[in-house]
């Protein structure tokens, strides 16, 4: 593999393919860039191969292939924003990758900076009739993947959609203690009360009926990890069950964690599987859980 020296235009830089292999460890081999950046870059549509704009990161490249990455002003702006960076874009959505710290949307403090007043002053670059809708939260201290829509009829369309519409919501969270078991499943009736707690009952009590399984990738001596699938998207859901299995989210402290090792809350949203409202295409996005999950739970 080797660059073509100079771009075909002052925003792309061009690639040949000298040997068969698939998309995305190409572009990892091309440019100095993460792979969540590399993936971002991907998604957004920047990439074209043959002259054919792709987004399939496993996308098969032979020999000859000429593989194209543009650094629009998409990636631009992009490169401007605080605390997030946009993983895919098009005329309907807009789906991120949030840092943990920063608040999804503001509460008390109408100044404070947030993934909403990020995008919403991003998109308006471009039109200042432009706007971004939550379609759904995440905690402040909760990092990954987050989808937005660009018009209100979107966002109706996904929430009144909810189950249809997402497939898959993942996460990777690192919690307190050895979780014996390497699989589970937790159901329960959730409540919240009026401090916002919220609490589990085993039997139905009126609440809302929270499923979450989950999955033990590590475990050291003092912290496991774990990879949780929602069948429920409930608020809290998470941190609730997991403190009622005895093994809080480290960095929990509402939810009965006592330590806190990682100085944030230890939960990552790591996939988001989509039916996209308008095409009806199933788009599937990943983060991968910050190295700091791993090296706690050795």
Same mark, same amino acid.
């Given at each position: ?16 393919v000298?040997?068969?292999q698939?998309? =995305?460890?190409?572009l ?16 957004? &549509?920047q990439?074209t191969?043959?002259g054919e704009?792709?987004t ?5 490249? *032979? ?5 194209e990455?543009m650094? $629009?002003?998409a990636?631009k $702006?992009?490169s ?17 990758d949030?840092?943990a710290?920063l ?6 403090d109408? *100044?404070?900076?947030t ?7 991003y998109?308006r *670059? ?17 990092? &990954? ?8 009829e979107?966002?109706k ?10 497939k898959?919501? &993942?996460?990777?969270a690192?919690?307190?203690g ?16 009026r401090?916002?707690k ?8 009126g ?11 590590q475990? &050291?001596a003092?912290?496991?990890? =774990?990879e ?9 859901q ?6 009622e299995?005895g093994?809080p989210v480290?960095g929990?402290?509402k939810?009965?964690a006592s ?5 944030r809350?230890?939960l990552?949203a790591?996939?988001?599987?989509i039916i996209?409202?308008v ?10 859980p910050?190295?700091?999950f791993? *090296?706690?739970?050795?």
């Amino acid at each position: 593999m080797r660059n073509n020296s100079k771009p075909s235009t002052p925003q792309a830089a061009v690639y040949k393919v000298e040997q068969e292999q698939t998309l =995305l460890p190409f572009l990892l081999q091309a440019i100095s860039k993460s792979r969540n950046a590399v993936k971002g870059i991907l998604s957004r &549509g920047q990439v074209t191969v043959n002259g054919e704009p792709t987004t399939q990161h496993d996308k098969l490249l *032979k020999a000859g292939d000429r593989v194209e990455i543009m650094t $629009n002003l998409a990636a631009k $702006n992009d490169s401007e924003l605080s605390g997030l960076s946009i993983m895919y874009e098009d005329d309907a959505i807009i789906v991120i990758d949030k840092e943990a710290g920063l608040l999804s949307m503001a509460a008390k403090d109408k *100044k404070e900076m947030t993934a909403f007043s990020e995008l919403s002053a991003y998109v308006r *670059k471009a039109n200042r009739s432009n706007r971004v809708f939550i379609v759904h939260r995440l905690d402040r201290e909760t990092s &990954g993947v987050m989808l937005f829509a660009k018009t209100e009829e979107v966002k109706k369309m996904l929430q009144d959609n909810w189950e249809e519409s997402v497939k898959e919501r &993942g996460y990777a969270a690192l919690v307190e203690g050895k979780v014996r078991n390497e699989t589970g499943e937790i159901i329960s009736w959730l409540k919240e009360t009026r401090t916002f707690k919220v609490y589990s009952n085993p039997t139905n009590n009126g609440g809302q009926k929270a499923i979450t399984r989950y999955k033990r990738l590590q475990m &050291g001596a003092q912290y496991s990890l =774990l990879e949780l699938r929602l069948e429920t998207g409930r608020k809290n859901q998470i941190r609730v069950h997991m403190e009622e299995i005895g093994h809080p989210v480290a960095g929990d402290k509402k939810y009965g964690a006592s330590t806190n090792p990682l100085k944030r809350l230890g939960l990552h949203a790591v996939k988001l599987t989509i039916i996209h409202p308008v095409t009806k295409e199933q788009h599937t996005f990943i983060s991968d859980p910050p190295s700091s999950f791993y *090296k706690k739970s050795k």
